[in-house]
Structures are given as structure tokens and as C-alpha cells.
Nanobody
Framework: VQLAESGGGFVQAGGSLRLTCTAS????????MNWYRQVPGKQRELVAG???????NYAEFVEGRFTISRDDAKKTEYLQMHSLRPEDTAVYYC????????????????WGQGTQVAVSS
């Protein structure tokens, strides 16, 4: 399974970005799809998650500014971010819980390579 992330960039405070993460490989099903972020010197933290049934969860710091969504046909998840703040600056990672087929059914967890989000004040 490989994950390809895109959509990071540099924006001013109050701006918006949309992150995309697309999975490829012998994927039978994707259960949870998540976004994490990490600042140098700090632990990686959960930003948002979405289950296969569509239920979502968000970190408290999101405060309604971000929306996570998924397109199962495209094996893709999105994180739409509005009202960005300088403290949102971080590397954002997608994290998927995937069931694959390669002769046997296997469940695994995979991380994307990360995409940088930088928000200026």
C-alpha cells in the first residue's frame, strides 16, 4: 500500500487549504482514515478521523474550522481547512487502517509521507 499526499503549502492566517491523501495497492477495504500533524520537537497528534460508515471525530483545537471527508471509490481522504492559524503550522500526515489482499487477507496501518502546512501571522 502506498499513500500519496498533496495540498500543503504556505498561507496567511485566515486562509484555507485542502489536503488530499490517495491510497493505492491491493486494497480490499479502508476502515478508518485519519489526519495527524507534527511540529518539530513535539509528538504527532490526531487532527481528525473518519470511519468507513462516515462517522467523524476531531481534535478540540479544530474548533469547527476543518472538515474531513472521504471518497471510497477513489481511495482518497480530504482535509478541508479554513480559518488557518499560525499554530496550525505543522507537517500533516494521513494515516489509514487498510485491509489488503495478496494471497491472504491482511490488515495494516499506513502513514503518508507528510505534507507541510505553514501559516503566517
Amino acid at each position: 500500500v502506498q499513500l500519496a499526499e498533496s495540498g500543503g503549502g504556505f498561507v496567511q492566517a485566515g486562509g484555507s487549504l485542502r489536503l488530499t491523501c490517495t491510497a493505492s495497492g491491493n486494497i480490499l477495504n479502508i476502515d478508518s482514515m485519519n489526519w495527524y500533524r507534527q511540529v518539530p520537537g513535539k509528538q504527532r497528534e490526531l487532527v481528525a478521523g473518519i470511519r468507513s460508515g462516515g462517522s467523524t471525530n476531531y481534535a478540540e483545537f479544530v474548533e469547527g474550522r476543518f472538515t474531513i471527508s472521504r471518497d471510497d471509490a477513489k481511495k482518497t481522504e480530504y482535509l478541508q481547512m479554513h480559518s488557518l492559524r499560525p499554530e496550525d503550522t505543522a507537517v500533516y500526515y494521513c494515516y489509514l487502517d487498510v485491509v489488503t489482499w495478496a494471497g491472504t487477507i491482511t490488515r495494516g496501518e499506513y502513514w503518508g509521507q507528510g505534507t507541510q502546512v505553514a501559516v503566517s501571522s
